[in-house]
């Protein structure tokens, strides 16, 4: 079955850096990811849809600066939040459609403990 | 524009019974409907899903689901719920051009009682 991959599952860091957080479609290519966001005890909210080979997509909102995403390749995309501040202690999951089918899987999230 | 609204944040329900999670969407257009569950600190897995036809939907672990388009539900039910089954329930609503891209309900949480 399709599997998608994230890593770390864990990062502490401290203010002011910066923290690199992969998705990977392990056995599948994927045109197209997704990157939500989600807060202790409340909903995913849509960041970012992530192209391969063009640039990102962000939600209303969402700072293109602070939270760079890259897509180039059909099986990894990357998320770097920058310049991190505690405010942006979260908990962060991909997901990726599966090219050519309606398959659309998710990854088992990444949590980011700025400190 | 889309959006879903699960009406219960939590429901306490006790081993053995039957729970309904309910959801209703908005949209202007077709949709597909989706439950997800999430454990902590996990990511999501997919209960079940519709896309088209039949209005009763099966999914993992017992449930079902019941697309309702004069009311714009699709309610999530078990007729006997497991101390398993506790964990945060998420509806999800798609355009119907297949994009991917999901906008998500609150989610309800499940606690199953013994």
């Known amino acids: 079955g399709a599997v998608v991959s994230q890593h770390p599952s864990w990062v502490i860091c401290k203010s002011g850096t910066s923290v690199k957080i992969e998705c990977r479609s392990l056995d599948f290519q994927a045109t197209t990811m997704f990157w939500y966001r989600q807060f202790p005890k409340q909903s995913l909210m849509l960041m970012a849809t992530?192209?391969?080979?063009?640039?990102?997509?962000?939600e209303q909102g969402v700072e293109k600066d602070k939270f760079l995403i890259n897509h180039a390749s059909l099986t990894l995309s990357t998320l770097t939040v920058t310049s991190a501040h505690p405010e942006d202690s979260s908990f962060y999951i991909c997901s990726a459609l599966f090219d050519g089918a309606n398959v659309l899987t998710f990854g088992a999230g990444s949590r980011l403990t700025v400190l | 524009a889309q959006s879903v609204t699960q009406l219960d944040s939590q429901v306490p329900v006790f081993e053995e019974a039957p729970v309904e999670l309910r959801c209703n969407y908005s949209?202007?257009?077709?949709?597909?409907l989706f439950w997800y569950v999430q454990y902590p600190n996990q990511g999501l897995q997919l209960l079940l899903k519709?896309?088209?036809?039949?209005?009763l939907v099966k999914g993992i672990n017992g449930f079902e689901a019941e697309f309702n388009k004069s009311q714009t539900s699709f309610h999530l039910r078990k007729p006997s719920v497991h101390i398993s089954d506790t964990a945060e329930y998420f509806c999800?609503?798609?355009?119907?051009?297949?994009?991917?891209?999901?906008?998500f309900g609150q989610g309800t949480t499940l606690q199953v009682k013994p």
């Open positions: 992530s192209n391969e080979g063009s640039k990102a997509t962000y």
């Open positions: 949209s202007s257009v077709s949709v597909y």
């Open positions: 519709y896309l088209s036809g039949s209005t």
């Open positions: 999800a609503v798609e355009g119907s051009s297949n994009t991917g891209k999901l906008i």
